[in-house]
């Protein structure tokens, strides 16, 4: 069924929060609304899924910042007035970082979200083949319920190996 994975985050969100704050009314307590049908929504669900079931995860990005340079004034006869120029600069972080960073179980996983048909591009593929190649783990995420397939199947194989070497 479409947006199990939804529910099955609230249902997550819930049962931590109402852990935390155990002397909350019931009538005050409420959840997030959680969507995966925008990249940003999509990329809430799954840092919240993963720092609520005792991962860490964080949001990085490589956008440049803006330089602004602009000046607002009024002019002598009442009308606002915009002078100078903006640009955006270069990021400093490694070209074709994944969106999000995570730890599953000691794990290091780096995960990229795309909608849609969005493709990863040449530096982001760059990006999987050095991570993979040292040793971690990239995986690409459509939407939460995709997400939650993944993660429940990585976390069963993490189990299942660890089980093999004792």
């Not at 690409?140 to 397939?149: A, G, K, M, P």
């Amino acid at each position: 069924m479409k947006n199990e994975g939804i529910k099955r985050l609230k249902e997550l969100y819930l049962r931590e929060h109402y852990k935390k704050f155990t002397d909350f009314p019931e009538y005050g307590k409420s959840i997030p609304a959680f969507s995966d049908k925008t990249s940003n929504g999509l990329t809430k669900c799954v840092l919240t899924w993963l720092n609520l079931s005792g991962n860490f995860a964080e949001r990085t990005g490589n956008t440049g910042r803006l330089l602004d340079n602009r000046k607002t004034f009024v002019d002598c006869v009442g009308i606002t007035r915009v002078v100078g120029s903006s640009k955006w600069i270069k990021g400093s972080g490694t070209r074709g970082t994944s969106d999000l960073k995570a730890l599953i179980a000691g794990k290091s996983v780096a995960i990229e979200i795309k909608i849609g048909r969005d493709k990863l591009s040449q530096w982001q593929e760059e990006y999987q083949r050095k991570v993979e190649a040292a040793g971690g783990f990239f995986v690409v995420i459509r939407s939460f319920d995709e997400f939650l397939q993944w993660y429940d199947q990585f976390v069963d194989q993490l189990k299942d190996g660890m089980s093999h070497e004792k």
